[in-house]
Nanobody
Framework: QVQLVESGGGLVQAGGSLRLSCAASGRTFSTYTMGWFRQGPGKEREFVARSTLSGTHTYYTNSYANSVKDRFTISRDNAKNTVYLQMNSLRPEDTAVYYC?????????????????WGQGTQVTVSS
């Protein structure tokens, strides 16, 4: 069982930055694919970013939704069992509840259904 707790959300003006954190329980954190998703008002939950261990277990591959590429960065600190989402150049359309998710799979997964473990979410509001 993996438990995830997000933090770092808040209110920011357009063009600003926020860093979200997700603390995970469990001894196998380093092998899990960690993902960030978001759900805006009246919208479905959507993929934002993911960090996946390579097949050789020597590096992580990160990927991003087109809408956040070059603005958001996912990173992880395995010693702290924590994954981060650095969000720069924020836009009003980035306003959403942001969720951290985890899966033991190393497949390329962007659908929420591929992640069995979820945090409670943290609100990010970007004002114009």
């Amino acid at each position: 069982q993996v438990q995830l707790v997000e933090s770092g959300g808040g209110l920011v003006q357009a063009g600003g930055s926020l860093r979200l954190s997700c603390a995970a329980s469990g001894r196998t954190f380093s092998t899990y694919t960690m993902g960030w998703f978001r759900q805006g008002p009246g919208k479905e939950r959507e993929f934002v970013a993911r960090s996946t261990l390579s097949g050789t277990h020597t590096y992580y591959t990160n990927s991003y939704a087109n809408s956040v590429k070059d603005r958001f960065t996912i990173s992880r600190d395995n010693a702290k069992n924590t994954v981060y989402l650095q969000m720069n150049s924020l836009r009003p359309e980035d306003t959403a509840v942001y969720y951290c998710a985890a899966t033991p799979s190393q497949e390329y997964l962007t659908a929420p259904s591929g992640y069995p473990y979820w945090g409670q979410g943290t609100q990010v509001t970007v004002s114009s």
